[in-house]
């Protein structure tokens, strides 16, 4: 496929940088909200596989991006390991915790295919509806975020109990890890069986660990993934919220492009990483509440920033729910002007 965002990931020249937006399949767009009123519920919404394909290809026909997301949520494999999940509007999901060996017995690796099929038969319609040349990435939770919404049962401001686990019986909780990441491995892997054409990992709570945890915990699984999956042929993002003490360690992981959060530049990004894998990021999603001026001016701060070679544009997490569908158009634009290069 000739795709820009593809060319990015693998370190190859391309016309202009690529950009994509983290939740760019969300309820900032006016489209997604008319769908999620379709679905009556999100967990409906995600395990509806037509309505997963229209919010998929919502923010590539509105805002013009260079690859769709699939639509999904990243506890979905949790769940058909044998977690109990609801979501409560306005309050997050609510997971039934897992604290205990006891608690672990219950848990099992699931089938990609029998037990979350919704999820490949959406990956599938969207690789069908796709414009030529706009390829679609798969995603999963990594490893360690999804210990940490399993242990916790849901989101967390202390990650008291997983981090409580960690330091009381390391062994024990390294057996929930082993287990997540077999089911990560076998979930990716079914995704691109199915059509994905990229992958990223969402460590999105690995931020708070230390570098020493990070480097005893969270890297060796992401490790295990990324060699697992490395003849499949498909680029693997990997994303840590806070990762700026880790970005070293991120990059031996193996995967092939960091995604970087805005609490550090790419040019640090890049000299700490040493070329090692390509860079995905990193504005402020704050930025696209700026008059439009000033986000043209972040965007240029970051294009400016980022290696000529191996560069994919996007937000340094997720775009809120608020945030001005206007703005999110004006940067993709931006994007592709100020970062076209020389024939």
């Not at 509806?48 to 026909?61: K, N, S």
């Not at 979905?76 to 999901?93: C, D, I, K, Q, S």
């Not at 040349?133 to 049962?153: D, Q």
């Not at 709570?205 to 915990?217: D, F, H, P, T």
């Amino acid at each position: 496929m000739n795709s820009r965002f593809l060319k990015a990931c693998r370190q190859q020249p391309v016309d202009t940088t690529p950009i994509w937006i983290m939740r760019q399949a969300g309820r900032y767009l006016p489209e997604y909200r008319s769908t999620r009123a379709k679905a009556g519920d999100f967990l409906t919404l995600c395990k509806t596989p037509d309505l997963a394909c229209e919010v998929a290809l919502q923010p590539v026909e509105r805002l013009g991006v260079d690859a769709a997301i699939l639509f999904s949520d990243i506890l979905v494999p949790v769940e058909a390991m044998g977690v109990g999940l609801r979501f409560t509007e306005g309050e997050g999901p609510r997971l039934e915790p897992v604290r205990s060996q006891a608690d672990l017995a219950r848990l099992h690796v699931p089938d990609p295919v029998a037990e979350t099929g919704f999820v490949m038969d959406a990956v599938r319609a969207i690789r069908r509806a796709l414009p030529p040349g706009i390829p679609l990435i798969g995603f999963s939770g990594a490893p360690f975020t999804l210990a940490s919404y399993v242990v916790e049962g849901g989101t967390s401001r202390n990650f008291r109990h997983v981090l409580g686990w960690l330091y009381e019986d390391p062994a024990g909780l390294g057996r929930l890890m082993d287990l997540l990441t077999e089911t990560v491995i076998l979930y990716l892997k079914a995704q691109v069986e199915a059509g994905a054409q990229a992958l990223q990992l969402f460590d999105t709570w690995a931020g708070v660990l230390s570098r020493r945890q990070y480097r005893e915990v969270a890297a060796p699984a992401t490790a295990r993934i990324a060699a697992a999956l490395r003849g499949l042929g498909v680029p693997l993002i990997l994303y840590v919220n806070g990762s700026a003490p880790f970005l070293e360690e991120m990059a031996g992981t193996g995967v092939d492009v960091i995604s970087v959060d805005w609490r550090v530049s790419l040019g640090e990004a890049a000299q700490r990483t040493r070329g090692a894998t390509a860079l995905q990021g990193n504005l402020d999603p704050m930025a696209l509440y700026a008059p439009p001026k000033i986000l043209e001016r972040e965007a240029a701060r970051v294009l400016a920033e980022a290696p000529a070679v191996g560069h994919v544009f996007n937000l340094g997490h997720g775009i809120q729910p608020d945030a001005p569908v206007e703005s999110a158009v004006a940067l993709v634009e931006v994007v592709h002007r100020l970062g076209r290069k020389e024939p």
